[in-house]
């Protein structure tokens, strides 16, 4: 058990699948909760940070963020350096993370510009202090319209800016499939924007997975679970050596699949067995209730994974991030230095 942590902890991590809000400080939430005037109790904040069989969920923490406690900037600027600054103590060495605008500039009403600077402000301070390096991805809120979407893609146009790398889709994805965002995906794609897409979460139909894939043609794929229900799919990743990020933690299956038998029939062990290219991140750490190298060791405890997968799936998340060619060289060569 020590070695195994010592072995996850140290080492050297790249993150492509964490959310913002869902870094949030315990203390961070309380504090923004008592300056609103404590529109919620100190009870309701902590209970975002429970888990068990009936969460209360991630989805209502942000909500909860976006509608009453984000109000300022400044609030975003600290998320983001507290986020890298947690990252820096996992040996996350580099990080693209997620931020959805469209709740912070309609709902919160921060302007687009105002935000991403301090997203960006803090990630330069958290390269200085703490020498990690964090890149953005701008996230659709699939649950608002498909024009909210293109309209967050065009505030990205109107503000390049080279640490903000691509867009996202996220929240919710139960009749909210990728094909009603396809405008706001071609629009970013044409603009020289990365593409990713969380797709096949929740059980949600393989042929989302099917969309993002041959429609989008996205650069990589959020958790891809239900893939594993029509093969020549995932054949065709297979071979396309597509990477996929996958979360352990996924409040799904611990939902709904019985204790005793949620490791053994988690979709993650046989995409492990299938040779699948995954990488393993934190999505949610603070409201999951886990961190990243805790992640990394549910990979061997949980679903089977050897040493030497480990170092696949740190190699995989190398080549499935959107850094320099540059960059990946180096970071793969500290990887296999690590586990020789």
């Not at 986020?83 to 693209?96: C, G, P, S």
């Not at 499939?177 to 096949?200: I, M, S, W």
């Not at 029939?265 to 603070?286: A, V, Y």
Request: with cysteine.
């Amino acid at each position: 058990m020590d070695n195994l942590y010592s072995l996850c902890h140290n080492l050297p991590k790249v993150e492509l699948h964490c959310h913002l809000f869902g870094t949030i400080r315990k203390e961070t939430f309380l504090d923004f909760n008592a300056r609103a005037g404590k529109p919620f109790t100190d009870e309701e904040i902590l209970s975002f940070y429970i888990r068990g069989e009936k969460p209360v969920g991630v989805l209502k923490a942000f909500r909860t963020l976006d509608s009453e406690l984000i109000k300022y900037a400044k609030d975003l600027y600290r998320l983001t350096i507290e986020y890298l600054e947690d990252a820096k103590f996992h040996n996350i060495r580099y990080t693209e993370f997620s931020w959805n605008p469209t709740g912070t500039v309609i709902t919160s009403r921060i302007p687009y510009r105002e935000a991403q600077g301090a997203i960006l402000e803090a990630i330069d301070d958290a390269k200085k202090q703490f020498g990690v390096t964090g890149r953005l991805i701008c996230a659709i809120d699939r649950e608002d319209s498909p024009e909210r979407a293109v309209e967050m893609v065009n505030w990205m146009i109107a503000n390049k800016d080279p640490r903000v790398l691509g867009i996202g889709i996220d929240y919710r994805e139960t009749n909210r499939g990728p094909e009603l965002f396809h405008d706001a995906y071609v629009k970013a794609r044409k603009n020289g924007l990365k593409l990713t897409a969380h797709a096949g979460e929740y059980e949600a139909p393989w042929e989302n997975v099917d969309y993002v894939l041959n429609t989008l043609k996205v650069d990589r794929i959020d958790h891809g679970y239900s893939m594993l229900h029509w093969p020549e799919l995932v054949d065709q990743i297979i071979k396309e050596e597509k990477v996929i990020t996958v979360v352990p933690t996924n409040s799904y299956y611990l939902r709904n699949l019985p204790r005793d038998q949620w490791a053994a029939k988690h979709p993650i062990r046989k995409m492990i067995k299938l040779g699948i290219r995954i990488h393993p991140n934190s999505d949610d750490p603070t409201l999951h209730a886990s961190d990243s190298t805790k992640d990394w060791m549910m990979m061997v405890e949980c679903f089977g994974a050897g040493i030497e997968d480990l170092k696949g799936f740190a190699l995989n998340g190398i080549d499935g991030s959107w850094m320099s060619d540059k960059e990946k060289v180096e970071y793969k060569e500290e990887v296999r230095k690590y586990f020789t």
